[in-house]
Each structure stands twice: as structure tokens, then as C-alpha cells.
């Protein structure tokens, strides 16, 4: 029996941090034997036996040479288990699943259908091909929201959760030119990424391949084609794209948002850098671009006539032999040439405490970025998901063959406690699929490296976190003071309740000295509710416990989500903080209490690529912070306010330095920022779309008077910021300043820039 978990580290990983798939070491072709730990299994009850977790393609009859239809074979590997797909089922997390791919070409005529709750994962040292046959048919050779018979699709789009795919080329160039081939349908929301892709596409003029149509990305090539991206979504943050191709009409096509942040884009040889949607389009932010002998760069399809008609930030871009910088229709509203963009804006641009925006098509303040936060390039710092090719299978250590149950329901604190700190920092410690039931404090040495399988679980239970007067830390990584290479993957952290008290990530470590983003989490979550419906007695935070509307003290999920202490540093990458709103594993809506989102007092850096929603107080608090990088970051108030109305049902912590509810504020702050300074906002997306479960104030826009806050004697510089709901975009200690009704666009008001006068 091979010991296929661990395996699958070995042979999916990377370490790359630019936009190429690396080839890298990997443990390929050793032989392991399982002994009687439980890999690739999840041990949740009475069906311990029946789900197995790792799939490896050829198990299932793939054979990977190019000339077999593997198509079948494949989405067995995916489905088999009665997973949830098909239109069958909403949403599911009874069924992980890691569908493994070893080098090789695997021809596929049809789509791969990408279940909930499943990681796709090809070799990096060597990445498999996903080769599209020359009689394709579908909508991509990847799809991860298939649309059924009926025309609707499999999942509702903003509960698409779970998905990720690594490591893989996908070649469309088999198929004719003249087709609508897709490399990767990805029509999903939060905690899914692609990490390390390559799209080859037709490189004949007038073809009609795409690369793909869809959210986040990471680590992302596209060759050829006619498009790169086709992206539509509500918000989406995208890093380190490359995108080639001599007869491309468009890297990037933008048919719809409210908001997107472009991280460290390189496009060469194209028609159309960005092509977007006037009117459907709200908010667009591009940082760190590289254009090479590219005819124009920004392109929309409507003049602005001197108000907004899609916001659009351009922060370090750097231009190669592009003829037009911003093109609005067919005027030229920016020229190009060989030269640097440091920051230019289109849209309504606000300072201080004036409420009048003033309309603007050109340059714009430029933010101080601390040179903490940039790498040698001048660049804001990337790294991609670290994965360990270069290790070895026998230097990783299972806390399942050490110990530990990760049932649900056995009390694993002793036995992980044990595994850290025997082989924390000598090697990598290996989070077998299942959810690891812990009661007192896991302090995660500096140094450590943690690896989850299917996003494993690590949940807070028991009466030792159930006292917000005196709040306990479930996982705190590093002490005060303690440096390291930390690195924390594929790993949710959860709560049973009720768990007043629970602060469920307590991040303290930092980089040590000249390594930067050597300290952080990658597709880790922390999510202040468990869903596994098949463990006894469940996390008493259900639909059956706590359904909408209820107010129990039993239905007390975290007293804060993530705190990020004076000393730490952190890369944070995918990292969603929600305190859920429905049952994942039943979708009825649920009440439940989370104090707290993230709440920030790092010196820095900060790199946050993640979103935080519906805890009761706050969703960012940064008090006391400096040198913070924010991507796009998202969030949505409690669906149950103002009924009951913040602080209740916590106190107001001064130890934790919590914000105040004044002048009739009674939703939870999306941002709260005091004290702090150095801090860059680049894309927010600040939603509040309901009270007291209804949408009816959505009409007016009062769902909530004010959601983004900061004091006069912080720095934060905010460049796109998009607002849903609010009547007031963002507040000055606490005051109303900028009114949305100056700034819409569509359903959603975009600010291109606020700043701060002084």
C-alpha cells in the first residue's frame, strides 16, 4: 500500500513565486508502506470507512499518454463516493476529496467536473498535461460550476466554496482555431484558488480560445489565444499573471464587477492589455504591471464624459512599446511610450474630511510603501503556495501515525501537543484529512511547517474557550518575540460551541531577518463554525441549534477570528475569516456570534490576500499597525443586525481595543482603522446587504450608515473602494463623509481614492 497522502505532497508541490510552473524536486516512484495509520481517509464516525480522501487518476483507469480518452476515468476519480455534484446537492464538506495527477498527457474530450469541496492536483516537478481532444465539446476542459440540463448551475455562485487546482498545463491547440475552447471554468467564490497554471491556446490569428473564464489566481500563464482572462465576477483578487501572445485580442477581458485588484500582471505581445465593460465594470485597481509591445493597455468601451464610468487605479506600471496607455472608447485618455505609470486614476478621488469627490482622469496621490513591503523589484511582495517538492516523503511526520484521531470527537490536544513539539521545525508536520478536536492551547513553534490535506480542521471545543471575560487562543503560532520560517497550508481552523472565548489564531511569529513572506498562511481559513454533520453531536452551531433568528448563548462561535500581535509579521494568501451565515451542509440560514474578525497591532509587514465577513464588532481592526499591504479585501455585516445591535451579544473590550458604536452606528465596522500608520488599501469590497435577514433597505441604500472608519491620526491611503448597502462609504472619527449616492455605478458606489490630508 503506498502512503498516499503524504505522497501527494511530494508530488504536487511548488515553491515558485513567479508566474511559471516550476519544476521542482519530488519524491516520485517511492515505494511506501502505510503501516496502520489511516491516510487519505476521513475519520468522522460510522463512515470512516467509506470516504476515502486521496484519489490518484490512474487508480481509476487513467492511463496519461496522449492517445487514451482518460475523460471517464477522471471524473470517476472526482465523483466516486456519492460526492457532492451533479445539481444533486448545493454544498457539501462530508466528502473531501485530493484527485491526484502524475505526470503524464491525458487526453479529455469532455469536461473535468470539479466537485465541492475538492483539490485537483497534478505533479510539479513534472506538470501533467490536461490535452483538450480535437472533438472537444463542453464549456472547459475544466469546470468548476457545470450548468446543468436545465440551464442552471450546480452551485449558487456566492456559495461556491472549496475548490483548488495546482500544478497542471492545460493545452487547448488540438482544437481548431476557429472553436470556443476554455481552459478553466472557474465561476466560484470564496476559499478556492488556482496556484501554478499554464493555458496553451491556438496561436493562429482570429482564433477564438480562451484561457479562462472566472476568479482567483495565483502563479498563472497564458500562451496564446484570443483571450487570456474572461473574468466576471462581484470581487476577485488575482496574482503573478503571465500572459503571452502574438495575435491575442485581449489578455483581459472584464465583462463585470464591483471591484478586482491586479497584483503583479506581465502581459507581452498582445492586441488589448485590459478590455472592460463600461457600466458593468465598477471598480478596477492594477498594481505592479509589466506591458511589452502591447497597442494599448486599458481599454473601455465608453468615454467617461468627465464623471465616472468605471473606476480605474493604475499604481507602478510599466509600459515597453505600448502605443496608448488608457484608451476610453477610441480617445486616448492616457498616452504610452517606454515609461512608468506611479499613479494615475479615473473616477471621484476624495481627501480628509471633504464630502465633495472631484472627478479625476489622471495623475493621483501616490501611497508611501514602506521598503519593508517590497521585494528587489520595487515590487509589493508575491509568493506563491509553498508545497515542499524539494522533500522528501520520510521528512514529513503524520500527526495521525503519531497519535492523533481526528475524529471529531477524540480529544487530540495531548497527542498534537506532542508531535510539535518533538518534530516541529526537523520536519514537516502533516495534517491528515479530518477534523482534530483540541481543548486547551496548540502553541505552534516558530520554524514550523504545517501541511493539511482537503482543508483539514483543527477545531477549539470545550469549556476551557467559553468565557469572553477571559478569552483563550486555540492555535497561537510562535511566542512574542520568536522568529522563523512558518509556513501554514490547507488547514481550517474551526470552533465547537459554544466558544465565547475562543480567539482561534493568535499570530506572533516573524520573518527572520532578510527573508521576506517567510512567515504566513496559504488556502488556511478560519471559519468559527464546524459543518461535519456526520460527527456525533455535531458543533452545536447548526441549522438545528442555532437556526436564523435564534439568540442562544449556545450559538457563540469565536470571541475573535485572527489577531496579529505587535511583534509578527504575516504573508496571508486566501485566507478567509467568516463567521458562517448558512449551514454549508444544509444551506438554511443560521445566527450565530463571532466578536471579532482580525484584529491587527503588527509593526508589519502585512501582505493580507484574504476577506473577513459577519462578525459582530468588527471585520479589520488595525489599531496601533504599520506597513500593511490589504489586497482586495471583502466584507459583509452579520445578516441578523441590527436585532441585536453591536456590541451585544459581547462586551466592549478595551484589552482588545475595540471600536466604539456611535452617532446611531449599529452594524459592525467592515474596516476600523486607528492609530496606525503606513497602511495601503489597494481594492475593498464593504457590503451590507440585509437587516434582520431582510434586503428590503438595499432600495435606499440604508442598509447600514457607515462601514469604513478611520481616525485623524492614522495613514492609510484606500484606492478602490466599492460599497454596497451603506449610506456613508467611509466615516472620519466616527462621522459620515463621503455619501454613496455620489459615487454609484451599477448596484454597487466605487471610491477611486481617499486619503488623508494630512
Avoid at 122 to 151: E, K, Q, W
Avoid at 225 to 251: D, E, F, P
Avoid at 434 to 462: C, D, F, H, L, N
Avoid at 580 to 602: K, N
Wanted: glycine share 10%.
Amino acid at each position: 500500500m503506498v502512503l498516499a497522502s503524504l505522497l501527494f505532497l511530494a508530488l504536487s508541490a511548488t515553491v515558485s513565486q513567479t508566474p511559471v510552473v516550476a519544476a521542482l524536486g519530488s519524491a516520485c516512484g517511492v515505494p511506501l508502506t502505510a503501516g496502520n495509520c489511516c491516510m487519505g481517509r476521513v475519520l468522522t464516525g460510522s463512515r470512516a470507512s467509506s470516504i476515502r480522501v486521496f484519489r490518484n487518476v490512474k487508480d481509476y483507469g487513467a492511463v496519461g499518454d496522449g492517445v487514451h480518452d482518460d475523460t471517464a476515468a477522471i471524473n470517476a476519480a472526482i465523483y466516486t463516493g456519492n460526492r457532492c455534484g451533479n445539481g444533486t446537492c448545493g454544498s457539501s464538506t462530508t466528502t473531501p476529496a485530493v484527485v491526484y495527477f502524475p505526470a503524464g498527457d491525458y487526453l479529455v474530450s469532455s469536461p473535468l467536473q470539479a466537485y465541492y469541496y475538492t483539490v485537483m492536483v497534478g505533479d510539479a516537478r513534472t506538470p501533467p498535461t490536461l490535452l483538450a481532444s480535437a472533438n472537444f465539446t463542453g464549456m472547459a476542459v475544466i469546470d468548476a460550476d457545470p450548468y446543468g440540463t436545465n440551464g442552471a448551475n450546480w452551485y449558487t455562485n456566492q456559495d461556491s466554496f472549496y475548490r483548488s487546482v495546482r500544478n497542471f498545463v492545460i493545452d487547448l491547440t488540438r482544437m481548431p482555431a476557429s472553436a470556443s475552447a476554455t481552459g478553466i471554468h472557474w465561476q466560484v467564490s470564496q476559499s478556492t484558488s488556482l496556484v501554478n497554471v499554464v493555458v496553451n491556446m491556438s496561436t493562429k490569428p482570429g482564433n477564438n480560445h480562451q484561457g479562462m473564464s472566472g476568479g482567483f489566481m495565483g502563479d498563472i500563464v497564458f500562451n496564446g489565444g484570443k483571450y487570456g482572462i474572461w473574468v466576471g465576477n462581484q470581487q476577485y483578487g488575482t496574482r503573478c499573471v503571465l500572459v503571452h501572445s502574438t495575435y491575442m485580442s485581449q489578455a483581459v477581458f472584464g465583462s463585470w464587477n464591483w471591484g478586482w485588484t491586479y497584483q503583479r500582471v506581465i502581459i507581452n505581445d498582445c492586441q488589448v492589455g485590459f478590455d472592460l465593460v463600461t457600466g458593468s465594470v465598477g471598480g478596477e485597481a492594477i498594481i505592479d504591471a509589466v506591458v511589452t509591445n502591447t497597442p494599448i493597455f486599458v481599454r473601455s468601451s465608453k468615454p467617461s464624459n468627465g464623471s465616472l464610468a468605471g473606476s480605474l487605479v493604475l499604481n507602478n506600471i510599466h509600459l515597453n512599446n505600448v502605443t496608448t496607455a488608457v484608451m476610453a472608447n477610441d480617445t486616448t485618455v492616457l498616452a504610452g511610450g517606454t515609461r512608468t505609470i506611479k499613479s494615475w486614476g479615473q473616477g471621484n478621488v476624495y481627501a480628509g474630511t471633504r464630502p465633495n469627490g472631484t472627478f479625476t482622469q489622471g495623475e493621483i496621490h501616490s501611497a508611501y510603501k514602506d521598503s519593508s513591503l517590497l521585494d528587489h523589484n520595487g515590487f509589493i511582495v508575491s509568493k506563491g503556495h509553498p508545497m515542499y517538492a524539494d522533500y522528501s516523503v520520510d521528512q514529513f511526520k503524520s500527526v495521525k501515525c503519531m497519535g492523533a484521531v481526528g475524529d471529531g470527537m477524540t480529544d487530540d490536544t495531548e497527542a498534537i501537543k506532542a508531535v510539535l513539539a518533538k518534530y516541529a521545525g526537523c520536519y514537516i508536520i502533516y495534517f491528515d484529512a479530518g477534523i482534530y478536536k483540541v481543548t486547551s492551547t496548540i502553541q505552534v513553534p516558530a520554524g514550523t511547517r504545517i501541511v493539511g490535506e482537503a482543508w483539514t480542521q483543527i477545531m477549539g471545543a470545550g469549556p476551557y474557550f467559553n468565557n469572553q471575560e477571559d478569552p483563550k487562543v486555540v492555535v497561537q503560532v510562535g511566542v512574542p518575540g520568536s522568529q522563523g520560517v512558518t509556513e501554514i497550508t490547507d488547514i481550517v481552523f474551526t470552533t465547537q460551541g459554544p466558544a465565547a472565548g475562543a480567539i482561534v489564531v493568535e499570530w506572533n511569529v516573524r520573518d527572520p531577518f532578510d527573508q521576506q513572506a517567510a512567515a504566513g498562511m496559504w488556502d488556511s481559513h478560519i471559519r468559527d463554525l464546524l459543518f461535519l454533520l456526520i460527527i456525533a453531536n455535531g458543533t452545536h452551531l447548526q441549522d438545528a441549534d442555532c437556526p436564523a433568528g435564534s439568540n442562544s448563548p449556545a450559538c457563540f462561535a469565536a470571541f475573535l477570528g485572527l489577531h496579529l500581535t505587535y511583534g509578527a509579521t504575516a504573508y496571508l494568501e486566501g485566507t478567509w475569516v467568516w463567521l458562517a451565515d448558512h449551514d454549508l451542509d444544509g444551506l438554511d440560514q443560521l445566527t450565530l456570534f463571532s466578536g471579532r474578525g482580525i484584529l491587527s497591532h503588527s509593526q508589519g509587514p502585512v501582505w493580507m490576500i484574504g476577506t473577513s465577513e459577519h462578525h459582530v464588532l468588527y471585520q479589520y481592526s488595525l489599531v496601533g499597525a504599520e506597513n500593511h499591504y490589504m489586497g482586495l479585501i471583502q466584507t459583509e455585516t452579520p445578516y441578523f443586525q441590527p436585532d441585536p445591535a453591536p456590541p451585544t451579544p459581547f462586551g466592549i473590550s478595551q484589552v482588545y481595543d475595540d471600536p466604539t458604536f456611535e452617532n446611531g452606528m449599529n452594524m459592525a465596522w467592515g474596516l476600523w482603522v486607528q492609530s496606525s500608520i503606513n497602511i495601503i488599501v489597494f481594492g475593498a469590497g464593504h457590503y451590507s446587504f440585509f437587516q434582520n435577514y431582510s434586503t428590503a433597505c438595499l432600495g435606499n441604500t440604508t442598509c447600514q450608515a457607515q462601514i469604513v472608519n478611520t481616525d485623524w491620526s492614522s495613514s492609510v491611503t484606500i484606492y478602490s473602494l466599492t460599497t454596497v448597502g451603506t449610506t456613508y462609504q467611509l466615516s472620519v472619527e466616527g462621522d459620515g463623509v463621503i455619501y454613496w449616492a455620489n459615487d454609484t455605478e451599477g448596484f454597487s458606489s466605487t471610491v477611486t481614492l481617499w486619503r488623508p490630508q494630512h
